[in-house]
């Protein structure tokens, strides 16, 4: 008994014997020897790869959860939601015909708050332009019924999912495609369709005047998209998936992608991400889609860190303006993600006027000195070129991915940038 008792006790005694400040050295050089080494390991190791067409069968996960959670809603469990028209003396005075663009943003029901900073931020700046917004919910509830049906009374903009029952994993699988066969059903046709995040502000300005206007044309007297089977967005790559697809936190498609989408979904009944649901639908219908695909400076993850420090949210000198996620910089920015701090949405949102962008203010004479341990250790390692975190979206899809199909360049079988050699676009 008191042999195992005192045996029990040995590692503790031999600890107590190690002077303190030895042992903290030691620690600390242990952690800093295991973080190392898992840097290491993960830039050293070659992911798997996915065949073409031949997708991994994984239970794809939604913000850690199982996307094998999901589940269909009960007959009976959701009601209806009551037809609430916008009070005719709210409405637009002049209605105007239907525009070419629909901007929506798919948003939980709960987020007034977020919707009336969307709503007068970005969508009033840029109201002149040809586009209808519009938010879309899932069927909010009891609760949520009267908010609701007050919001749309007043700004008429709400669109109700009310066969999708109001959670996270259904938010972020099916609803996109729910949307999109919504719109099929409802006759509500627009040239392209744009789905986006809430944290996501959108320099509508520019996204029109660069990318929609140029693939518009008013020949027959109404604007008539020139490009087909397209959709606009950012490729991305998911290691954990194995899998490319333009990035969630907005996409464009044009009007025959949504109808090829939502066909391919009834035959497929795919639950996954619903950014990699694409993918996974494409793949499964060898259909092949052309992507035109925004560039770092123009669509990117907002990261605080990356900031001058001066509460602006303009970045530092020695930003990264290609890289997946930075602070604002130069005048090229369209799409500012990540934004769920309400302050810094409001700031990046007050860099923004009628014409798009305000020009940048010169470089603070204080030099950024980096307050951020983690930007520190990725410019540390980024000297040696042993770090991911300031390459494109571009950059980090692996090569054996891209093929070249009598002249375009094609991503895993499904996308098709055109001619232009993705190895150059994402390394300017
Ligand atoms: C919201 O208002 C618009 C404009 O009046 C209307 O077309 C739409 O059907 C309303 N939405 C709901 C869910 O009642
Ligand atoms: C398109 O053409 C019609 C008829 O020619 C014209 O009335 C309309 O203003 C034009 N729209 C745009 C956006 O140029």
């Known amino acids: 008994m008191e042999s195992k008792g005192s045996s029990q006790y040995l590692p503790s005694v031999v600890i107590r014997c190690i002077p303190k400040r030895f042992l903290r050295l030691f620690i600390g ?74 901007a929506a ?44 049906r007050t919001e749309n009374r007043t700004f008429g903009d709400m669109i109700v999912l009310d066969h999708l029952p109001e959670n996270d994993i259904t938010a972020n699988t099916v609803k996109t495609l729910e949307f999109y066969k919504w719109l099929i059903t409802h006759n509500e046709k627009y040239e392209f369709v744009t789905k986006m995040d809430t944290d996501l502000f959108l320099n509508a300005r520019a996204f029109w ?47 025959d992608v949504l109808e090829t989408l939502v066909t391919l979904q009834q035959a497929h009944k795919v639950i996954a991400g619903e950014d990699m649901a694409n993918a996974l639908l494409l793949m499964k219908g060898h259909q092949e889609i052309n992507v035109v695909n925004m560039l770092g400076t123009e669509k990117f993850d907002f990261e605080a860190a990356d900031t001058r420090g001066d509460g602006s949210p303009w970045a530092r000198d020695h930003t990264h303006p290609n890289a997946a996620q930075h602070a604002l910089v130069g005048g090229g ?63 980090n899809i692996p090569s054996v991915y891209w093929t070249n199909h009598h002249g375009d360049w094609v991503c895993d079988g499904i996308w098709n940038l055109g001619r232009q050699d993705p190895r150059q676009m994402g390394q300017l």
């Open 105 to 148: 943003v798919i948003c939980p029901a709960d987020d007034a708050e977020r919707r009336m900073m969307i709503r007068t931020t970005w969508m009033r700046l840029y109201r002149d332009l040809p586009m209808d917004t519009r938010f879309v919910v899932s069927n909010p509830g009891p609760e949520w019924t009267e908010v609701i």
């Open 29 to 102: 050089a242990l952690i800093l020897t295991c973080v190392l080494v898992g840097h290491l390991l993960y830039r050293l190791t070659v992911p798997t790869y996915h065949l073409p067409f031949q997708p991994p069968v994984l239970d794809y996960t939604v913000h850690d959860v199982p996307v094998s959670q999901y589940r269909e809603p009960a007959p009976g469990e959701l009601q209806p939601f009551p037809p609430t028209p916008q009070l005719a003396s709210l409405a637009d005075s002049e209605p105007r015909g239907r525009a070419p663009w629909l």
């Open 333 to 395: 920015a369209i799409a500012i993600h990540q934004l769920k701090d309400r302050k810094m949405y409001l700031k990046v949102a007050d860099c923004f006027d009628e014409d798009g962008i305000k020009e940048m203010p010169p470089p603070t004479s204080q030099r950024y000195q980096g307050s951020s341990l983690s930007l520190g250790w990725h410019d540390f390692w980024y000297l040696f070129g042993m770090t991911a975190h300031y390459n494109s979206q571009l950059q």
């Open 209 to 255: 005047s660069q990318y929609l206007e140029p693939r518009l044309s008013n020949d027959t007297g109404s604007l008539k998209a020139t490009v087909d089977m397209t959709m606009v967005g950012q490729l991305y790559y998911s290691r954990p998936h194995d899998l490319v697809f333009p990035h969630g936190s907005m996409y464009t498609a044009t009007w």
